[in-house]
């Protein structure tokens, strides 16, 4: 099976993202390319411990929904919610519902209004950046070319889970280094792929 299809737009793609049209906007706009502010960061962060064990595509089929019960993802909004607004979002059907995600996602934000006396979430997210670069051989050609888990992701959710994160093991740290650019991982002749 090939790495790439070519779509009706004449751009190759990563396999993955030249499907439905959730894929391919969020192939095409989004994953892989750096992206910086705590809140959008913040949010990426819940939206990929929210995946787990998921489909990405569910994410992206419910991600207003997620951005509506989350208050825009405002991290100091987030950070006070109790066990009211816990339920609120257990049974908001426009999510995920999930008490494990929902709590580690109040926990993440606490943890992200604590980080700013040390630089914030952005300088801490982003020192990872040189040692992602340097465990990088190149462009994947293939799928089968692109980790899982790398040393990098591992001591990213290491140290994010020493700041107080939770639902950030090495696994959830890759796909969201993947997603924020930190590593761009657009297979060899995908028109996302940069350099």
């Not at 405002?74 to 709590?103: F, M, Q, S």
């Not at 580690?104 to 979430?121: E, H, M, P, S």
């Not at 990213?156 to 740290?173: D, H, I, Q």
């Amino acid at each position: 099976m090939s790495e790439l299809v070519v779509g009706e737009d004449g751009l190759a793609r990563c396999r993955w993202g030249a499907g439905v049209a959730e894929y391919r906007d969020y192939h095409d706009r989004e994953w892989g390319r750096p992206l910086h502010g705590e809140r959008e960061l913040f949010e990426l962060m819940t939206l990929e411990a929210f995946q787990s064990g998921l489909a990405w595509i569910t994410i992206l089929r419910k991600r207003a929904g997620f951005r509506a019960a989350f208050d825009g993802f405002d991290p100091d909004v987030v950070a006070r919610y109790g066990e009211r607004e816990t339920a609120r979002l257990l049974a908001d059907a426009g999510i995920v519902r999930n008490r494990a995600k929902v709590a580690a996602t109040i926990k993440n934000a606490q943890a992200t209004v604590a980080l700013r006396q040390d630089g914030g979430l952005d300088e801490l997210l982003w020192s990872f950046a040189d040692a992602a670069a340097a465990e990088r051989s190149g462009r994947p050609a293939t799928f089968a070319d692109v980790p899982a888990v790398t040393a990098t992701s591992k001591a990213m959710a290491k140290e994010l889970k020493r700041r107080g994160f939770a639902f950030v093991g090495p696994t959830v740290a890759y796909a969201f280094m993947q997603s924020m650019g930190v590593v761009d991982d657009h297979v060899a002749g995908c028109h996302c792929a940069s350099g």
